[in-house]
């Protein structure tokens, strides 16, 4: 078991004859809303009234140990849990010592040329950040993986972001094993794309992730409805800045666009 999901907690079901356990808890305790959890494992026997989960961080433990009551609303039930340390947990180890508070003394005008440098870079970040897509590509996607199954799978990742609360939308590409996750600022996507290889379920299921290219290009190729004229006003009116309309070989038309945005 990696050390990166090392705070357990032990699980008691007051029922074990529903359908689905793991998965239920799996989501559960995945989400701050319904189980006041966060990322975590969860170590589930068929049959078994006990399960044991393991969080990332300690927080997500002392959150979901601090909840009154924990329950799954199901269909026609209410599956009822109690949560508690396992029989073999050891108090967490005491806190460091506090670094000490004694301070070098820096120059003055050397600490305005790092302030304006730092104030340089963030600015430079930002703005890449902003040009960059609001979109990430997750690839090699299994074709039994639920919806539900990667909205949480997103959710997961992000929780670990500078902006736990993005929102975002989910679209499942059939045929092509993608998925185009959807945020509201390039610096949300950027930073999910950063953040899923840290993810266990996204390394276990051999997925892949890289940001959605800007493109200046559309290919349209229903050509028996439209033609070269119709497309050009159809995007221009859309607020498309529209630079050609080319109908190539491959019985396509092709609209290229002024910019990528």
Known sequence: MSDVYSYPLLVELEEND???IKMKLLKYFNSKKSGGGGDCEVDYQSGSRTAVLRFRTEQDQKNVLGKESHQI??????????VRFPPDEKTAPAAAAAPSSQKQEVPSDNVTKTSEVQAEAKGRDDVAAEEASTSA???KVPEDMSQEVLEMLVENII???KSPSASFTLEIIHGISSVV???ETGKESADFVARCPQNRMFTNKGLSVRPLELTKQVAIEDTKKFDKD????????AG???ESVLF???EQFIVTFKDSQ
């Open 248 to 250: 190539n070989e491959g």
């Open 18 to 20: 529903f359908p689905k």
């Open 137 to 139: 590509v997750l690839g």
């Open 159 to 161: 929780k670990g972001m």
């Open 73 to 82: 609303q199901l269909d026609k039930a209410v599956l009822k849990m109690t």
């Open 240 to 242: 498309e800045g529209v």
């Open 181 to 183: 996750v959807t945020f």
């Open 230 to 237: 119709f497309l050009h006003l159809y995007f221009e009116n």
